[in-house]
């Protein structure tokens, strides 16, 4: 398997601006995570999803924020309207178990709003 | 107050020292995380345990959940174990709560 993929890896774009980020979990995975990682706040979780589902989205940080799982094999992470502060790293990571699930993750992607 | 906090912040050491990181959770948790971070920005998942020891090569985790505490003990330290390392703590509402991180350098 190739690991978990995101992309973009970079975007730069412009405030106000729609934003999609995509991950592809690994293979036989059931759960997918979100997580956001600044300078300020570190790494935090966003959302989460078992088996498509999302099970505690708590970590958005406001309706400008969703994220999406139609199928075990593809999320998305969407900001609209966008804002310099959403400037961040953005994690996908994927298991198999919470509570045994060693976590995967992906290369991130390096959003900059301008 | 952090739910999770690591010690130390940063840390400078030679090359083949001994090394621990550690980390002290304040709530109640299923498992817990090690993650190393590596100056390119990639996240590998060190360990997830929730009781006892786990080693893999010179990388040992320990956890005391008693002690509310963990620690990350990396043996004959290498230069390329220069990384920053998270500490994750899944609380009982099944909520992963990380630490800061302890950034490490050791020099060659």
């Known amino acids: 398997d190739a690991g978990v993929i995101q992309s973009p890896r970079h975007e730069v774009t412009e405030m106000g601006q729609e934003v999609t980020l995509r991950c592809k979990p690994i293979s036989g995975h059931d759960y997918l995570f979100w997580y956001r990682q600044t300078m300020m706040r570190g790494l935090e979780l966003l959302i989460y999803?078992?088996?498509?589902?999302?099970?505690?989205d708590s970590g958005m940080p406001e309706d400008r924020f969703s994220a999406k799982m139609p199928n075990a094999s593809f999320s998305t992470l969407k900001i609209q309207p966008s804002e310099p502060r959403d400037s961040a790293v953005y994690f996908c990571?994927?298991?198999?178990?919470?509570?045994?699930?060693?976590?995967?993750f992906g290369e991130g992607s390096r959003l900059t709003v301008l | 107050k952090n739910e999770v906090e690591q010690s130390p912040q940063n840390l400078t050491a030679q090359e083949g020292e001994f090394i621990t990181i550690n980390c002290s959770y304040s709530?109640?948790?299923?498992?817990l995380h090690w993650l190393q971070q590596h100056p390119g920005g990639g996240i590998v998942s060190l360990f997830m345990?929730?009781?006892g020891k786990k080693k893999h090569g010179r990388l040992i985790a320990t956890i005391n959940i008693q002690e509310k505490h963990s620690s990350l003990h990396i043996t004959a330290s290498h230069p390329r174990d220069s990384a920053v390392y998270i500490c994750?703590?899944?609380?009982?509402?099944?909520?992963?709560?990380f630490g800061k991180g302890t950034r490490l350098h050791i020099l060659p």
């Open positions: 345990l929730s009781s």
């Open positions: 994750a703590a899944l609380n009982r509402d099944d909520k992963i709560i």
């Open positions: 990571a994927s298991s198999f178990g919470l509570y045994t699930g060693e976590l995967f």
């Open positions: 709530v109640g948790i299923s498992a």
């Open positions: 999803f078992n088996n498509n589902v999302p099970i505690d």
